[in-house]
């Protein structure tokens, strides 16, 4: 897929970016854009660098949680895997015993 030229707006200032998606540079902008005024309600006095920075700690801090949650998951899907083998080879033995 070629490159689209995509023109986003976060916080009150305007960006040029490329990506294959249109749609999901926009919501990814619409994304941090909404952290970034959520952050700055907060803590109105504070300069848009701090804004930034604070911004990126916060959806660090998301993308962390939401990568350990997911390795807990693929451990849990994992073990639910290995006990459905074990169960189904169980009982494919036992048919086979008794044919």
Request: charged share 35%.
């Amino acid at each position: 897929m070629p490159q689209k030229d995509i023109r986003v707006r976060i916080f009150n200032s305007e960006y040029n970016l490329q990506g294959e998606d249109t749609e999901k540079v926009e919501r990814v902008s619409d994304y941090v854009d909404g952290i970034m005024n959520r952050i700055n309600s907060e803590s109105p006095n504070q300069s848009e660098e701090t804004i930034a920075v604070v911004s990126a700690l916060n959806i660090a801090e998301e993308y962390f949680r939401e990568k350990e949650n997911r390795s807990e998951l693929e451990k849990d899907y994992s073990n639910f895997l290995d006990e459905s083998y074990l169960k189904v080879k169980s009982l494919t033995d036992h048919i086979n015993g008794i044919l």
